[in-house]
């Protein structure tokens, strides 16, 4: 069954609005989890790297106060896209990964954004 | 430079026949792994396998096996018997330092979309 449950699957808004995706580890603590962001029939890009307790670690080129993060448990994530714009349309999504086991990063199923 | 290549954007298998998706990368930690996920058109990414620089043998989980060659800085998959349901998106990934270091990010290729054919 799924380990990282992400949530919705699915949001469709008007331009300006602001969305918060979230991400749950469902049976482990993760201090660390991870945001992609995956535009049609391109790969995975990270967006940031999100630290239980502490500030979010950006890549280059994503704007921090557009895309909050914030951790503030071991088994959650969330991201809110702010005042989000059609160009912000675009599927994220969530991995984690057990501190306490050799398991590769576990990804939930994806937030499909899509901003009118 | 990037620092996973996949240079085949898709690929035609026939059902029940084997199949190689390439995967190189470029690194200059000793220490590293590497992955393979597939991603159907549901979104979802399904881990396959996995290679540590420093495994002394090929990874296997099924029908999966890494082709790893680390002089040549590449770890194709391998796909045997290959299934309707493989049809999928796969991408090969990258982790660079070593496993429960304190980020563990991955990078990823730009992936192969895999069609099995009836």
């Known amino acids: 069954g799924a380990v990282v449950s992400q949530h919705p699957s699915r949001v469709i808004c008007k331009s300006g609005t602001s969305v918060k995706i979230e991400c749950r580890s469902l049976d482990f603590q993760a201090t660390t989890m991870f945001w992609y962001r995956q535009f049609p029939k391109q790969s995975l890009m990270l967006m940031a790297t999100?630290?239980?307790?502490?500030?979010?670690?950006?890549e280059q080129g994503v704007e921090k106060d557009k895309f909050l993060i914030n951790h503030a448990s071991l088994t959650l994530s969330t991201l809110t896209v702010t005042s989000a714009h059609p160009e912000d349309s675009s599927f994220y999504i969530c991995?984690?990964?057990?501190?306490?086991?050799?398991?590769?990063?576990?990804f939930g199923d994806g937030t499909r954004l899509s901003i009118l | 430079a990037q620092k996973i290549t996949q240079t085949q954007p898709g690929m035609f298998v026939q059902e029940k026949e084997a199949v190689t998706l390439d995967c190189t990368y470029d690194t200059s930690d000793p220490s590293y792994g590497l992955f393979w996920y597939k991603q159907p058109s549901s979104g979802e990414m399904i881990f396959l396998i996995y290679q540590g620089s420093y495994d002394q043998q090929n990874a296997t989980e099924g029908r999966y096996s890494l082709n790893f060659q680390k002089a040549r800085k590449s770890a194709n998959l391998v796909i045997s018997a290959s299934q309707l349901g493989d049809s999928a998106m796969y991408f090969c990934?990258?982790?660079?330092?070593?496993?429960?270091?304190?980020?563990?990010?991955?990078?990823f290729g730009t992936g192969t979309l895999l069609a099995v054919q009836p």
């Open positions: 999100s630290n239980e307790g502490s500030k979010a670690t950006y």
């Open positions: 990934a990258m982790r660079e330092g070593p496993r429960g270091g304190a980020t563990n990010k991955l990078i």
């Open positions: 991995s984690a990964r057990d501190v306490n086991s050799n398991q590769p990063q576990h």
